[in-house]
């Protein structure tokens, strides 16, 4: 029942890992710059994302330019792109397959074949936050040396927007529903394989004793 448990609380943890890596691969503020004029009217947010670049003015006006061209985009950008599209589709994959491989559900045929079900779920699950860590994780580190160089002008420095601190939560949640899968799936393994041996024992057992038996009538005879 534990184990039950387990892994519904491993399946909510990654369903909300999958909302969360979906949402911050489509939000804008990956990265964001304040530019404050000489009053707080001509206050500027600018917000660069995978997809597309907003603007947000102090007045209200919001505007936003997708970025179409891929092969104009920086390396980090393209990759970071991929790997965060790997991530949701491990994510999906792993939902999908966990379904059929948990203890609750009737998918899947016998408790081996669902135990094997669950582990493949828990490894994609696993892979998609390895994923996802990759992405928010360079992404990080190029937004800090840009910041840290001396070379570029304040106005050209950006700091960590929302997206970012999200991107990882989402990796942490996929990292802990694919671990907790994975050890509910290896500790039921172990546990056949110690109840294996007790059942070979028992014909032996039987054995022994139909020998001791005739043994006994030919004593008497």
């Known amino acids: 029942m534990a184990s039950v448990e387990l892994q519904i609380s491993a399946f909510v943890v990654a369903l909300m890992g999958v909302c969360a890596a979906i949402v911050a691969t489509l939000l804008p503020n990956w990265k964001v710059n304040s530019e404050t004029g000489a009053n707080i009217i001509t206050a500027v947010t600018e917000m660069q994302g995978l997809w597309m670049d907003c603007t947000w003015y102090s007045t209200g006006m919001f505007s936003c330019t997708v970025k179409y061209s891929i092969l104009s985009l920086p390396i980090y950008i393209q990759t970071v792109r991929t790997t ?131 043994y006994n009538l030919q004593d008497y005879v």
């Open 84 to 214: 965060m599209v790997l991530s949701c589709i491990f994510s999906a994959f792993g939902i999908c397959i966990s379904i059929a491989g948990m203890k609750c559900t009737k998918l899947g045929g016998d408790p081996q074949t669902k135990s094997n079900i669950a582990f493949a779920g828990g490894t994609c699950f696993l892979l998609a936050g390895i994923f996802g860590m990759i992405s928010v994780s360079w992404y990080m580190k190029e937004i800090i040396s840009s910041f840290l160089d001396p070379s570029i002008p304040d106005s050209g420095k950006h700091e960590p927007g929302g997206a970012v601190y999200l991107g990882f939560i989402s990796a942490g949640l996929h990292i802990l529903a694919g671990a907790i899968f994975c050890a509910s799936c290896s500790k039921r393994q172990q546990e056949r394989t110690q109840s294996r041996p007790k059942k070979r024992l028992e014909p032996e057992a039987e054995h022994s004793e139909n020998n001791n038996a005739s």
